[in-house]
């Protein structure tokens, strides 16, 4: 059903679950022994056709071309090791120390960065989640503000989609040491995107803090997502707390994959992340977890088979209620 690896940093060091191991061998097409590997060489692959997505952990940094030579090496092992669509997380171009650094280093979506991207998906034929990009506001050249946008380029170069993150985080947690104002450069998106049908499956796109509000998670799910994604960089503090469950939550209340690309690790004197970027399957399974140490990818089968089983076994969505129900409290 699915395969993970975990692969960190360069090293191609591969870190198993032993229990997905054992589920796949019994389905006979695993990727390689339930073991850890320390070979720089690819795992036998099967026979059988697998829909394979690379979901990828970074340390970005001020530095925009150490993050793009970094997030391009990721892409380009992902693609080697099978993955027909690889996911970077919030901030892959860079994390800025300052607000006036944020908004120098922004650009639109035909600058540099994005035409790397592009370039490098049609060189490689595969698709790419880019998210969340600092995109040049619509009226940048008069209000200097940006948009976190959620990118989706197709293995022809193409892009097919851009969602703008539409909750922004403005959050004083002074007693965890966590203070950010992300509205204070930042235009929230005007809209949801339709979920965007991809090789491993129709994707529904969100950033971050979106994962928090689950209105959004159903809403996608209602217009046919069977793959929630959520590219983050999530406070040490606030991802200790509340990662896991909430993407666990995503994903049992719609019952969709969940892939979670995330930062970890020290960006500057001012910000650090939490790292573990995720995997979650219908039934609310963790299937992979890079951690929160350094970078690397989880290489995740999907089988999209899953969503169909879990939602006809429980059929959730055909016992919710219509929305004058839930909102019967406002009217009385």
Known sequence: MLTVRCALGTSAKYLTSLSAWRQQIK???????????????????????????????????PDKEANLSACMQLVEEAKERGASMVFLPEGFDY?????????????????????????LARKLEVWLSLGGFHERGHDWESDRRIYNSHIIINDKGDIVSVYRKSHLFDVELPEKGVSLKESAFTIPGPSLVSPVQTPIGKVGLGVCYDLRFPELSLALQRNGAEILTYPSAFTVPTGAAHWEVLLRARAIETQCFVLAAAQVGRHHEKRSSYGHALVVDPWGEVLGDCGGEKPGMALVEIDVEKVRSTRRNMPVQQHRRDADFYNSLEKT
């Open 95 to 119: 994390i800025g120390s300052s607000r006036e650094e944020t908004l120098l280093l922004s650009e639109s979506l035909t600058g540099h960065t994005i035409s790397q991207y592009t370039h």
């Open 27 to 61: 389905l006979q097409n695993s990727f390689c022994s339930p073991d850890i590997r320390t070979t720089s060489s690819p795992c036998r692959m099967s026979t059988v056709p697998r829909l394979v997505a690379a979901v990828c952990q970074v340390t970005a940094t």
